[in-house]
């Protein structure tokens, strides 16, 4: 069998991170936000509808409901595109959200989860109030320091972490 070219790690990189930082029964993951409208004609259970509505949401990583506010939280282990703004996206769709509904007012902390320096981003990032929290668990840099050239470095970096 022809060894798999790429892990997806980041959800056991996320679901660690998460399990050490917020209290147990605080945290969710792979999140849908939003509304998609469906049509009164077809009527469905809320089993149903959910199972339609669900794909069609944009998903993110996970969901923090904590007392006076709620953490949103992108991990990014590899170079991937969009991250930072899918945030500013989820910021956006959370007081929209109706299984959210109770908690639309708390103030919304945006948190990009990585190993990595982001690099020339860092103003944009203050600029949209996003929060970066560094976690490098041993595990992970073992990963990176195993992936091919161009995904071992910082977004527009030169030198490998």
Do not use: C
Not at 70 to 75: G, S
Not at 90 to 116: D, G, Q, S, V
Request: proline share 7%; net charge positive.
């Amino acid at each position: 069998m022809a060894k798999r070219k790429y892990l997806p790690v980041a959800e056991s990189y996320l679901t660690e991170w998460l399990g050490i930082t917020y209290p147990p029964g605080t945290w969710m993951t792979n999140v849908p936000l939003g509304e998609v409208k469906v049509s009164d004609v077809i009527k469905m259970t809320p089993s149903e509808e959910k199972f339609v509505k669900k794909p069609l949401r944009p998903i993110a990583d996970a969901v923090v409901l904590l007392p006076n506010e709620v953490h949103i939280v992108e991990a990014k282990v590899r170079d991937e595109r969009g991250k930072i703004e899918q945030l500013l996206i989820y910021e956006y769709l959370f007081p929209k959200t109706p299984e959210f509904i109770a908690h639309r007012n708390k103030k919304i902390r945006k948190i990009l989860l990585t190993p990595k320096d982001q690099g020339n981003f860092k103003d944009f990032l203050e600029k949209y109030g996003i929060e970066v929290v560094y976690y490098k668990p041993l595990w992970i840099q073992e990963y990176i320091g195993n992936l091919d050239r161009r995904y071992r470095r910082g977004q527009y970096f030169s030198v490998e972490f």
